[in-house]
C-alpha cells in the first residue's frame, strides 16, 4: 500500500485565513503534499498550529486562501461528500439509538437519501452490520447514555464510515478515552483502514499513536501552521499492538518528538 | 413506586399540614370570616356554588388552552425563525425585548377597545403573556447545536434545513417542552388577569362579582379552583415533557 496508490489529495502551496483585515488569522501556511489512495496519513503539531483548520480545509468545509487544493484531479470549491468525519467528543444524536445515528449521514447523501424510505431495512442491515464489525453488535438498539466512552466514539466512526467515504477524517477521536480503550480503537482503527482500503487522515497528538497508525507522519509548525517534517513510517504491516515496544518505533516516536515545538 | 415518600407523602403531608395551621390561626386568632373563612368554610362554598365554579373553571380553561395553543404555534414558528437566521434575530430581538417589558395588565384595556368585553381579551392575554418564554427556549435550543455535529453534516453536502431539520429541531425540543411548564402557568395568569378587567364569565370575572357581594367564602373557593386547575395544567404539560423528551432526562442520569 504505503505511498504507491495514486495521487488522491493534492495541495499545493495552500495556506488558509480566517477573518479580514486586522483580524485575520493564519491558520496554515504553504501547505504542500500528496495524500495518495489508500495510505494512511498522521498530522501532529503543537496545539493551535491549524491541524483542524486542515481538516476543514480538505473537506470543503473552509475555503483556501491561496493555492490549489483538489480531490481526484478536481478542484475543491465546497464539501464533497466523499469524506466521513469523527472527532474526539462523539457527538452522537441522544435522542437516536447507535443504529439510527449511524444511518444519520445516508439520510442527507445522495443517492441514499432518496432511497431511504424504500431501503430503510437494507440500510438498516448494513448499519447494524458495520457496528457488529467493531464490536458493538449487541449495542446497535441502545441509546448513546447507555453507551461507554469509547462504544460511542466507535459508534461516531461507524457515522463516519456507512456512506463509505473515499478518505476518513479523525481528528483527535480518542483524545478523552483512557490508555487502554485508546489502544482497542487503534487496533479498530488499523483493521478498518485494512480492510477497507480507506484513506485515512488523523490528526492527533500522541505521536505513538501516529506511528502506530500512519504510512506518513507530517509535523506542523506553531501557527500558522507549516510543515517542518514528513516522517515515513516503514514499520511492516499488520503492525501488532507488541510493536509500540520495540527499539524502531520508539526511535520514531523520538524523531517526530524532536521536531515539535522548536521552530 | 421508587419515590413515593418524595413524589406523593411529602407533598401530600405539607399541603395538609398547611390546611390544618389555616384552621388554627383562624380560631387562634379569631378572625372573622369576612376576612379569612376557615378552610371548610372555603370547602362549603366550592359544594354550594358548584355549577358556577364549574361553569366559570371550564370558561378560564377554555381561554387559557386557546391562549396556550396560540402561543405555542407563533413561540414555535418565531423560535425556528430566530434560531435559524442571526439576521431575523437581530431584526427581531429589541422588538421582542420591548414587548416582554410592557406589562401585559396594560394591553388588556387595549384589547377590551378593540374586541369588546367577553373572551376574545383574555384568550389573546393568555397568548401575549406565554409565547415570550417559548420563543427564547426554542431559538436558544437550536443555537446550541455543537459545531463539529454541523461540521460532520455539512462535509457530506447537508443544506442548512438539513442540519436545523436533523438536528436543530429535535435538540431544541427538550428545551420546548421545558418552556410549555412555564408557558401554561403564564397564560392562566393572563386569561384571569384579563377576566378580572373586562369578561363576562370566567373565574377571575366569577371572584370579581364575588368580591362585589362581600361573598368572601366564594372569593376564597374561586382562589382554591385556581390552584387546583393550576397544578392539573402544570402537571399535564411535566407529563407531556416526560413523555417526549424522555432522553434529556436519561441522558443527564435524572429520570
Ligand atoms: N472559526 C475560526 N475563526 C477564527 N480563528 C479560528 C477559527 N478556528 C480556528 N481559528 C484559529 O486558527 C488557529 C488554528 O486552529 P485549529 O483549530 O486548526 O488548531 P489545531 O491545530 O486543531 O489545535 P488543537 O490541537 O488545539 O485542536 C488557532 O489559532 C485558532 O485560534
Ligand atoms: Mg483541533
Request: a positive charge.
Amino acid at each position: 500500500m504505503m505511498n504507491a496508490g495514486e495521487s488522491l489529495v493534492v495541495l499545493d502551496h495552500v495556506s488558509m485565513t480566517y477573518g479580514h483585515g486586522k483580524h485575520a488569522v493564519k491558520a496554515v501556511d504553504d501547505l504542500t503534499l500528496t495524500i495518495h489512495k489508500g495510505e494512511f496519513i498522521a498530522v501532529v503539531g503543537p496545539s493551535g498550529c491549524g491541524k483542524s483548520s486542515m481538516m476543514k480545509l480538505i473537506s470543503g468545509l473552509k475555503p483556501t486562501s491561496e493555492g490549489v487544493l483538489s480531490i481526484e484531479g478536481k478542484r475543491v470549491t465546497g464539501p464533497i461528500n466523499k469524506v466521513g468525519m469523527a472527532f474526539q467528543a462523539a457527538n452522537l444524536l441522544p435522542w437516536r439509538t447507535a443504529v439510527d445515528n449511524v444511518l444519520l449521514p445516508l439520510e442527507i447523501v445522495e443517492p441514499h437519501r432518496s432511497r431511504m424510505g424504500r431501503e430503510k431495512a437494507a440500510y438498516r442491515h448494513k448499519a447494524r452490520a458495520l457496528l457488529a464489525s467493531v464490536g458493538l453488535g449487541e449495542f446497535t438498539e441502545k441509546f448513546p447514555w447507555q453507551l461507554s466512552g469509547g462504544m460511542q466514539q466507535r459508534t461516531s466512526i461507524c457515522r463516519a464510515l456507512i456512506h463509505e467515504p473515499e478518505i476518513l477524517m479523525l481528528d483527535e477521536p480518542f483524545g478523552a478515552l483512557d490508555a487502554f480503550t485508546r489502544e482497542e480503537l487503534w487496533c479498530m482503527t488499523r483493521d478498518i483502514h485494512q480492510s477497507r482500503g480507506v484513506t485515512a487522515m488523523l490528526v492527533t497528538h500522541d505521536l505513538r499513536e501516529a506511528v502506530f497508525l500512519a504510512d506518513t507522519v507530517y509535523v506542523m509548525s506553531d501557527r500558522p501552521g507549516k510543515i517542518v517534517k514528513v516522517q515515513t513510517i516503514n514499520l511492516p504491516r499488520p503492525r501488532d499492538l507488541e510493536i509500540t515496544y520495540e527499539k524502531p518505533f520508539q526511535d520514531l516516536v523520538h524523531e517526530l518528538r524532536s521536531h515539535i515545538g522548536k521552530h | 413506586m421508587k419515590h413515593w415518600k418524595e413524589n406523593i407523602l411529602a407533598p401530600l403531608a405539607f399541603t395538609v399540614a398547611l390546611i390544618v395551621l389555616w384552621d388554627i390561626a383562624c380560631v387562634l386568632f379569631g378572625l372573622p370570616a369576612t376576612v379569612l373563612p376557615t378552610p371548610s368554610a372555603v370547602a362549603k362554598a366550592l359544594v354550594q356554588y358548584w355549577p358556577a365554579v364549574w361553569t366559570n373553571s371550564l370558561q378560564t380553561l377554555m381561554t387559557t388552552l386557546l391562549g396556550f395553543g396560540l402561543a405555542i404555534v407563533f413561540g414555535l414558528i418565531l423560535g425556528v425563525a430566530i434560531g435559524w437566521s442571526k439576521l431575523i434575530y437581530g431584526a427581531l430581538y429589541p422588538v421582542m425585548i420591548a414587548f416582554n417589558a410592557v406589562p401585559k395588565v396594560a394591553v388588556v384595556p387595549i384589547l377590551i377597545i378593540w374586541f369588546g368585553i367577553g373572551t376574545i381579551p383574555a384568550i389573546f392575554t393568555a397568548f401575549l403573556i406565554s409565547f415570550f418564554p417559548i420563543v427564547v427556549n426554542v431559538a436558544t435550543g437550536l443555537a446550541t447545536t455543537e459545531p463539529e455535529l454541523q461540521d460532520v453534516l455539512r462535509a457530506l453536502g447537508a443544506s442548512k434545513l438539513d442540519v436545523v431539520r436533523k438536528v436543530g429541531i429535535p435538540r431544541s425540543m427538550p428545551y420546548f417542552f421545558g418552556s410549555l411548564k412555564v408557558a401554561i402557568t403564564l397564560a392562566f395568569v393572563g386569561s384571569v388577569v384579563s377576566e378580572t378587567i373586562g369578561a363576562n364569565s370566567g373565574l377571575g370575572k366569577m371572584m370579581l362579582d364575588a368580591q362585589a357581594g362581600f361573598n368572601v367564602e366564594l372569593v376564597f373557593a374561586g382562589v382554591a379552583a385556581l390552584a387546583i386547575l393550576g397544578i392539573a395544567l402544570y402537571a399535564l404539560t411535566a407529563l407531556v415533557e416526560k413523555r417526549f423528551t424522555g432522553w434529556a432526562f436519561r441522558a443527564e442520569g435524572i429520570g
